[in-house]
């Protein structure tokens, strides 16, 4: 030790105090009493809680990783039906614009029909000033086959096949086009409001 320190004698019992007490001041730096108590214990838990806080946030972030697995997977999974309903779609999308279409048609025959409605063939009597002659009654003779003639030669009749004849080896074969009958007219009973 240095020289000029001053220093007096202390009894031991008085060192072992100070010896208790920074030991006590090392262990609950905020001393004994009830509020430095209690900062204690508040602090205590807020350790605890930041401790079962990052836990949670690695916990978060395990999970995070397995549900972008999971939505990798899921996706792949989908792709195959969403190009599906992709085409149903599609095909909606043709349906309704093939009814519309009729719905046109439909609502222009109505319209053409309102303006030249249609003749009536069907007999409507007898025209004005004509009286019908009494109706002469014959009487059915019975059926007598006719005779052959002598005279004529007898020929067999041509020989027809069921099935079409067929081109010969090497030439082009006919092709007969057919044609598409009309749509028939769109019904009566529908008013231009039901359409």
């Known amino acids: 030790m240095p020289e000029d320190e001053d220093y007096d004698m202390v009894p031991h019992k008085k060192l072992r105090e100070l010896e208790k007490q920074v030991g006590e001041l090392k262990r609950n730096p905020l001393g004994s009493t009830a509020s430095g108590q209690t900062l ?3 602090m205590n838990r807020l350790s605890d809680n930041i401790e079962d ?16 697995k999971d939505s990798v997977i899921l996706s792949k999974k989908l792709e195959p039906m969403m190009e599906r309903m992709d085409t149903l779609i ?3 999308h043709k349906i309704a614009k093939g009814i519309l279409a009729v719905a046109d048609m439909i609502k222009e025959s109505i319209h053409h029909r309102r303006e030249y409605p249609p003749r009536s063939f069907a007999p409507q009597g007898p025209p004005p000033g004509f009286t019908p002659q009494p109706r ?38 006919k092709i007969e086009e ?8 769109a019904p009566e009973f529908l008013s231009e409001e039901e359409l």
């Open 90 to 92: 599609d095909q909606n």
């Open 40 to 42: 204690q214990e508040s």
């Open 136 to 173: 002469i009654r014959v009487e059915p003779r019975p059926f007598t086959p006719p005779t052959p003639n002598p005279f004529e030669e007898f020929s067999p009749a041509p020989r027809q096949s069921a099935f079409p004849e067929m081109p010969a080896m090497g030439e082009p074969r």
């Open 178 to 185: 057919r044609k598409i009958p009309p749509a028939p007219p």
């Open 53 to 68: 806080l990052t836990s949670l946030f690695k916990d978060a972030a395990e999970q995070m990783k397995l549900e972008e």
